[in-house]
């Protein structure tokens, strides 16, 4: 009978989501999920604020993307040589403070009224970023039984867009709506001296939300650095570079994980960034006859309802993970993401807007699936392997560009430019689909 009762607590152990041991530090560790959410969330409008206040081409002003993206990529695997050196709570704070001396740097950048400036601050929130996403995913991972990984890691990210939406609320009421109303049009018409002062006007509403979230950040740093933070995943400081890149490239499951999150960032990006481009162009057709700044404003919308959708399918998908397979449930989800980015090409009008809003639903799973699924079994090696599924995250500095350059070059056979660059996000499905389904013949073996 004892035995019997045993074998029931140690499948309960195997079941459990979150050990009692490691809640506090997945509360204190999740609520950082947040905080670069609302970073990546507050940035990607301003890909299209950037064009009007500097008056640049659409190319130009996606050099946000890729100033921010680039700086995951560049730092991931120093990020992940120095959590493997010191441990994971180091490299959070390390993380939050690149964050926050970042986002401080949109002082100087604003006074500047250059980009440049603008790009590096970017660059510099991104390396926190990378930091901080290289550490948090496989600590999140390590808080309990490696069979509800997964899931544990889908529940600590369900978090990561209730800062995007709080992101996104920025970027539309407090930064959006209070920009001069002249397109970039009418201010290469103006004198020196005015353009100068409405120019200075926008980069100050740009700047602000900025230096607050970095007064956050502080906070959040030091009530973390307070606080002990066990971890069974910083036991070993052993370093054996090349044999464990050996096992990563031998791991071919790992290989076509870092593949596919390359392509499902770059789906995401393009998706929440253009939505912009794509309502404005629809708001201020004949048919509604908007200016621009209401049109953008508007489609802001469009983008914090597709958020919400995000959060609530985020959480409804976690819970899925309990009965449908991870590789099943991201087959059908990308699937459905690729039909969907088929309306927002061909279909015109309001319903082409709501298929763009509804992919945000298909992509709710996909990051945090792709990551445990590429890691899972990796052991120690999951601290270096991770370094890789975030420098994946270039595809995010990569892809919003081309589309900006598709955009620019105007109306390809019958479909504008806007609607025809939204190719590559079905590209970007086709990719994650074909991963998901190899993911689940392997899981049916």
């Excluded at 959040?220 to 400081?237: G, H, T």
């Excluded at 445990?372 to 994946?392: P, Q, S």
């Amino acid at each position: 009978m004892a035995e019997h009762v045993s074998t029931i607590d140690a499948v309960r152990q195997k079941n459990v989501v979150i050990p009692r041991n490691y809640l506090l530090p997945f509360i204190l560790i999740t609520s950082c999920f947040a905080l670069w959410g609302f970073a990546n969330d507050v940035t990607n409008p301003m890909v299209k604020a950037f064009s009007r206040i500097l008056m640049m081409s659409n190319f130009q002003g996606s050099l946000v993307q890729f100033a921010f993206y680039g700086g995951y990529f560049v730092m991931a695997f120093p990020a992940a040589m120095f959590i493997k050196r010191f441990s994971y709570k180091s490299g959070i704070l390390v993380g939050l403070g690149l964050y926050a001396t970042g986002a401080l740097m949109f002082i100087p950048a604003s006074m500047a009224m250059t980009f440049g400036p603008f790009l590096l601050s970017y660059f510099i929130i991104t390396c926190g970023l990378s930091f901080l996403e290289t550490t948090a995913n496989p600590f999140i991972l390590s808080m309990g039984p490696e069979e509800t990984a997964t899931q544990r890691l889908n529940f600590a990210q369900a978090f990561n867009p209730i800062g995007s939406l709080f992101g996104m609320f920025t970027a539309q009421q407090i930064i959006l709506a209070r920009l001069h109303p002249a397109t970039a049009a009418e201010r290469a018409t103006m004198d020196a001296q005015a353009l100068r002062e409405i120019t200075a006007h926008d980069l100050a509403v740009v700047r602000m939300p900025y230096v607050l979230i970095a007064v956050v950040i502080i906070g959040v740093f030091f009530l973390i650095a307070m606080k002990r933070i066990p971890s069974k995943a910083d036991r070993d400081k052993s370093l054996d570079l090349a044999g464990t890149f050996k096992r990563l490239f031998a791991n071919r499951r790992y290989v076509h994980g870092v593949v596919a999150q390359f392509f499902y960032i770059a789906a995401q990006i393009m998706c929440w960034t253009f939505i912009i481009h794509y309502g404005t162009e629809l708001f201020t057709s004949p048919k509604y006859g908007m200016s621009v700044q209401a049109a953008e404003v508007l489609s802001q919308k469009f983008n914090i309802v597709a958020m919400i959708i995000f959060c609530i399918s985020r959480f409804v998908c976690t819970f899925l993970l309990k009965y449908i397979s991870p590789g099943k449930l991201l087959t059908v989800l990308a699937i459905g993401g690729a039909l969907l980015t088929l309306g927002t090409i061909f279909i015109p009008g309001i319903v082409g807007l709501y298929c763009l809003v509804g992919i945000s639903a298909c992509m709710s799973l996909m990051f945090p699936t792709i990551y445990g699924i590429a890691l899972r079994g990796l052991g120690e090696d999951a601290k270096i392997g991770a370094a890789g599924l975030i420098m994946a995250i270039l595809g995010g500095s990569v892809m919003p560009p081309l589309q900006g350059a598709i955009i620019d070059q105007g109306a390809v056979l019958f479909l504008s430019g806007v609607r025809a660059s939204f190719v590559l996000t079905l590209i970007c499905f086709i990719v994650i689909s074909h991963f998901g389904f190899k993911t689940y013949r392997e899981y049916l073996k």
